[in-house]
């Protein structure tokens, strides 16, 4: 079974810059991978995704703000963001693109006013 480690979340004021980090247990090469959020009261919410050939998306909310990428040596997914808001507030979570069925444990993102 996949085990996912997020990590580099922390407390920010808003406008500042966080980068997370996710290493997967497993080989990704070829997998399509992806950054999702859950903030509380809400369901998890995919914000990027990135191809095996390193094409980003991102949803309209984090776009020109958040930036996917990843190294596939290192089996690790980052997330770098930047610019943010009291509405990036939430735990931050990777998977795949179908989502593999075991989940990290999240790195809490909180951004104070």
């Known amino acids: 079974q996949v085990q996912l480690v997020e990590s580099g979340g922390g407390l920010v004021q808003v406008g500042g810059s966080l980068r997370l980090s996710c290493t997967v247990s497993?080989?990704?090469?070829?997998?399509?991978m992806g950054w999702y959020r859950q903030a509380p009261g809400h369901q998890r919410e995919l914000v990027a995704d990135?191809?095996?050939?390193?094409?980003?998306t991102y949803a309209w909310a984090v776009k020109g703000r958040f930036t996917i990428s990843r190294d596939d040596a290192e089996r690790t997914v980052y997330l770098h963001m930047d610019s943010l808001l009291p509405e990036d507030t939430a735990v931050y979570y990777c998977?795949?693109?179908?989502?593999?069925?075991?989940w990290g444990q999240g790195t809490q993102v909180t951004i104070s006013s």
């Open positions: 497993g080989n990704i090469n070829g997998v399509y």
């Open positions: 990135i191809t095996s050939s390193g094409t980003p």
């Open positions: 998977n795949r693109i179908p989502q593999w069925s075991s």
